[in-house]
T-cell receptor, first 113, second 114 residues
Framework: SQTIHQWPATLVQPVGSPLSLECTVE??????LYWYRQAAGRGLQLLFY??????ISSEVPQNLSASRPQDRQFILSSKKLLLSDSGFYLC????????????FGPGTRLTVT | KNQVEQSPQSLIILEGKNCTLQ??????????LRWYKQDTGRGPVSLTI???SENTKSNGRYTATLDADTKQSSLHITASQLSDSASYIC????WGFGNEKLTFGTGTRLTIIP
């Protein structure tokens, strides 16, 4: 069976510090991978998606970046965090062979102070 | 602009009662509509997925309906349980230029009280 992991689960970082959130998927190969952010009282916002190693598409301009160094690893990064980067970050995946279902990870709660 | 609006924003009901959550959307070209349940501090979990041709779909005590003509969907929860307390998110998928775009609603926060 497939599983998706995210870490850390929670993170408190000062403004201006770097960020690295990691997402890994087990039990599948060549998945589509997604990073979402969920701000308080708002719907999920797609930040990045990847259809393969080294292939990253950005949905919104921001000070965040994403990388996919391995088939089942997706990393969300920032060189300098802003207060507005606080939120709940969710990684998701779906098999490239199907259209519909996305499976979400447990999320990372980021608080920028 | 693709939009998904959910109502009510929050709802409190007694354990054992039924409730219905609403979702209206303006998403084109429509591909499918999904309902997710999200427990506090957790990732969303899929409840139902409906395509254009499906009017209703059930998953245990959860029943979703879809009216593609009026662009409305509802999620009905029967005989609510304390574990149903969560946010319920409506998501509409659109396909275009070989890519799928998801539009998320802001969710309905459901609280079940004993």
């Amino acid at each position: 069976s497939q599983t998706i992991h995210q870490w850390p689960a929670t993170l408190v970082q000062p403004v201006g510090s770097p960020l690295s959130l990691e997402c890994t998927v087990e039990g599948t190969s060549n998945p589509n991978l997604y990073w979402y952010r969920q701000a308080a009282g708002r719907g999920l916002q797609l930040l990045f998606y990847s259809v393969g190693i080294g292939q990253i598409s950005s949905e919104v301009p921001q000070n965040l970046s994403a990388s996919r160094p391995q088939d089942r690893q997706f990393i969300l990064s920032s060189k300098k965090l802003l207060l507005s980067d606080s939120g709940f970050y969710l990684c998701a995946w779906n098999p490239t062979s199907t259209d519909y279902e996305q499976y979400f990870g447990p999320g990372t709660r980021l608080t920028v102070t | 602009k693709n939009q998904v609006e959910q109502s009510p924003q929050s709802l409190i009901i007694l354990e054992g009662k039924n409730c219905t959550l609403q979702c209206n959307y303006t998403v084109s070209p429509f591909s499918n509509l999904r309902w997710y349940k999200q427990d506090t501090g957790r990732g969303p979990v899929s409840l139902t997925i409906m395509t254009f041709s499906e009017n209703t779909k059930s998953n245990g005590r959860y029943t979703a309906t879809l009216d593609a003509d009026t662009k409305q969907s509802s999620l009905h929860i029967t005989a609510s349980q304390l574990s149903d307390s969560a946010s319920y998110i409506c998501v509409v998928s659109a396909w275009g230029f070989g890519n799928e775009k998801l539009t998320f609603g802001t969710g309905t926060r459901l609280t079940i009280i004993p």
